[in-house]
């Protein structure tokens, strides 16, 4: 998969998941991937909540991994 084939399965994960993140106040930005690294920013509510870790790992990763399977990981950038 091309460098700009990965940039556009990531964006297309990300506008899967926006929905939910925006029916809770929240949203996400995506920075930069390096490395098989995914940088995003979450926004708004998502910011300051409890659980943003786990909506990281078990809802923005694993829905990134299922569009691009070369992705090892998924970093918050605060």
Do not use: H, W, Y
């Not at 829905?63 to 605060?78: G, L, M």
Request: glycine content about 6%; hydrophobic content about 40%; aromatic content about 4%.
């Amino acid at each position: 998969m091309t460098t700009q084939e990965t940039l556009e399965n990531v964006e297309k994960a990300l506008d899967e998941i926006r929905p939910f993140l925006m029916s809770d106040g929240g949203n996400i930005k995506l920075l930069s991937i390096e490395d098989f690294v995914v940088k995003v920013q979450l926004e708004g509510a998502c910011i300051g909540c409890s659980v943003n870790q786990m909506t990281l790992k078990n809802g923005v990763e694993a829905t990134i991994k299922k569009f691009a399977p070369q992705i090892k990981e998924v970093i918050n950038v605060v």
